[in-house]
């Protein structure tokens, strides 16, 4: 067998960085071939969203590996998508590159449109010309959709086939926008394709930008947190690893191409949610996150929480509750998240100490 070739997109990203790393080790992946059997390709345009520092903080140890190369590339811009896709012919593509955040598609909506719309337009045109000439071709395109599809949908836990025509942000209707035009490319070019439906992510070298990691900096310099909905948000928080697992599992899983009962291909398309299928109430998330940050000494003991913390009013764009259905992702693939809230909190906390803490309170 050849070695796979994998290009991951958003390399330099909370989740690219930390599944090119799962790739690179590779230690249970014999369906992906795992190892010194796969070459991985990471793509990132190492944008300012969030800290940039940040970004190469995560890449450094992946440079240092023999079987990754790193591109610096914006997917938006379709020549150099052409280019990396002739030049290293990726038997699998795991699009993670986009605006993430849904309140800064409020203030930055042309971000979205460029990442998440061009961006993911000419990843699946590539994929599309991957096939030209007789060449083998991409395999299996894995790409990130998000929790925000569900919007306003009442009903939990959330299933991959419940409606989700209700988006409550841009963020949200770009990611259902991939899904449709997966979908479309996966029937019209017969392209393996998944999309995955991630719920709030969190962990060691996450997004500045998100909830939990926010909080930890604002504490840090005494500042009050606002917990939005007076506190009444309940989300599906996921630990990176179990994305990143299940990520690895899907990868390997491409779905089959068949012909239907007109004679043409059956689209091999496929979405799942990855979630921990738990939700949270925010209260009790923030007291386990403080309670970590004090035992990690990223906190002095005694903080007070109490008073660090405002009870503020729904955001626009937000949602109250995120619960993800993940029985199908048991049933096909026997793969669910595992790592429990306290777990994954203790580890950020660790992380966090280590790593964010060099000025002083
Ligand atoms: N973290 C979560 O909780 C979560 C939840 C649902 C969905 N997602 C989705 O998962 C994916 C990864 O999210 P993340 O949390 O790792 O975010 P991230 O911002 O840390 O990673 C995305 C990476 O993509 C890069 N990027 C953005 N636009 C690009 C472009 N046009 N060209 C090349 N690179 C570009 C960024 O520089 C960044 O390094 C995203 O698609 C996001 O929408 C994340």
Same mark, same amino acid.
């Given at each position: ?20 790393? $799962? %790739? ?12 010194? $059997?796969? &070459? ?11 800290? +940039? ?49 849904? $309140? ?23 994929? &599309? ?8 071709? +991409? ?17 939990? #836990? ?48 996450? &997004? ?25 948000? &309940? ?19 491409? #779905? ?11 689209? #091999? ?59 199908? %992702? ?6 669910? #998240? ?7 909190? $203790? ?15």
């Amino acid at each position: 067998m050849h070695p796979k070739t994998i290009l991951v997109t958003g390399a330099a990203g909370f989740i690219g960085s930390r599944l090119v790393e $799962r %790739l690179l080790r590779g230690s249970h992946c014999s369906e992906t071939g795992g190892g010194s $059997r796969l &070459r991985v390709i990471g793509v990132d345009n190492m944008n300012h969203y969030y800290d +940039v520092a940040l970004k190469e903080q995560r890449l450094k140890p992946l440079l240092a590996h023999s079987g990754f190369t790193f591109v610096h590339a914006d997917i938006a811009d379709r020549d150099a998508v052409d280019r990396i896709f002739d030049s290293c012919s990726p038997d699998i593509v795991v699009n993670l590159a986009a605006q993430a955040g849904v $309140r800064y598609s409020i203030d930055s909506p042309e971000s979205y449109i460029h990442s998440n719309i061009i961006g993911f337009f000419n990843i699946l045109e590539a994929a &599309r010309h991957s096939y030209d000439h007789g060449r083998h071709g +991409v395999e299996h395109l894995v790409y990130a959709s998000s929790s925000s599809v569900y919007g306003m949908d009442r009903h939990t #836990p959330f299933s991959t086939s419940d409606p989700i025509d209700s988006p409550v942000s841009l963020y949200a209707a770009t990611k259902k926008s991939d899904e449709l035009m997966a979908h479309a490319y996966a029937k019209l070019y017969d392209i393996p394709c998944t999309g995955l439906r991630f719920f709030t992510v969190y962990g060691p070298a996450g &997004r500045p930008d998100m909830a939990y990691f926010s909080f930890a900096e604002k504490w840090r310099r005494g500042d009050k947190i606002q917990l939005y909905n007076y506190g009444r948000c &309940r989300r599906d928080f996921t630990y990176i690893d179990d994305i990143v697992e299940g990520i690895v599992q899907v990868m390997a899983h491409a #779905p089959a191409r068949c012909v239907g009962s007109d004679g043409l291909p059956l689209p #091999p398309y496929r979405i799942y949610n990855i979630g921990n299928g738990h939700p949270e109430s925010l209260l009790t998330f923030v007291h386990t996150l403080c309670d970590e940050l004090v035992r990690a000494g990223a906190l002095p003991s005694g903080f007070d929480l109490d008073s660090h913390c405002v009870l503020a009013p729904m955001q626009p764009g937000d949602v109250v509750e995120t619960y993800a259905d993940t029985a199908p %992702l048991e049933h096909d693939l026997g793969y669910r #998240p595992t790592t429990p809230l306290g777990v994954g909190l $203790r580890r950020f906390a660790e992380w966090f100490a280590a790593n964010r803490t060099d000025q002083p309170l």
